[in-house]
Nanobody, 126 residues
Framework: DHLVETGGGSVQPGGSLRLSCEAT?????LAWFRQVPVNEREAVAS????????????AYADSVKGRFTVSLDKAKNTVTLQMDSLRAEDTGLYVC???????????????????WGRGTQVTVAS
C-alpha cells in the first residue's frame, strides 16, 4: 500500500489550496493530518472510503470546520482536501493515512491509521 500527497505550496492568509492523496489501495477510512515541528500531529479531517451506506461520511477538527472540505473519488482511489480561508496556523506538513474502523466510524485519531504518506508542505504567510 502506498499513498502520495500533492498540492501543497505557499499562500497568503485568506487564500485556498487543494491537496490530493492518491492511494494504491483504500481501506475503510482515510484521514488528513498536519504536523508542525515541536507540536504533535493534529488530525484535520477524515472520510469513510469503503462502499456501503457510510461511504463519504466525513469528520472535521473544530479548527477547520466550515473552511476545509474532504471528498472522495473512488474511481481514482483519490481523496481531496479543499482548504479555503487559510490562516497562518494552518501551516504544516499535511499527511494522509488509511486505516480501518474504530467502533464503526472513521475517527480523528492517529492510532486508527496504519499506512501513511510522506506529506506535502503547506505554508500560509503574508
Amino acid at each position: 500500500d502506498h499513498l502520495v500527497e500533492t498540492g501543497g505550496g505557499s499562500v497568503q492568509p485568506g487564500g485556498s489550496l487543494r491537496l490530493s492523496c492518491e492511494a494504491t489501495r483504500l481501506n475503510y477510512c482515510l484521514a488528513w493530518f498536519r504536523q508542525v515541528p515541536v507540536n504533535e500531529r493534529e488530525a484535520v479531517a477524515s472520510i469513510y472510503t469503503d462502499n456501503g451506506p457510510k461511504k463519504g461520511t466525513t469528520a472535521y477538527a473544530d479548527s477547520v470546520k466550515g473552511r476545509f472540505t474532504v471528498s472522495l473519488d473512488k474511481a481514482k482511489n483519490t481523496v481531496t482536501l479543499q482548504m479555503d480561508s487559510l490562516r497562518a496556523e494552518d501551516t504544516g506538513l499535511y499527511v494522509c493515512a488509511t486505516g480501518g474502523l474504530y467502533n464503526g466510524v472513521c475517527r480523528l485519531r492517529s492510532s486508527q491509521y496504519r499506512v501513511w504518506g510522506r506529506g506535502t508542505q503547506v505554508t500560509v504567510a503574508s
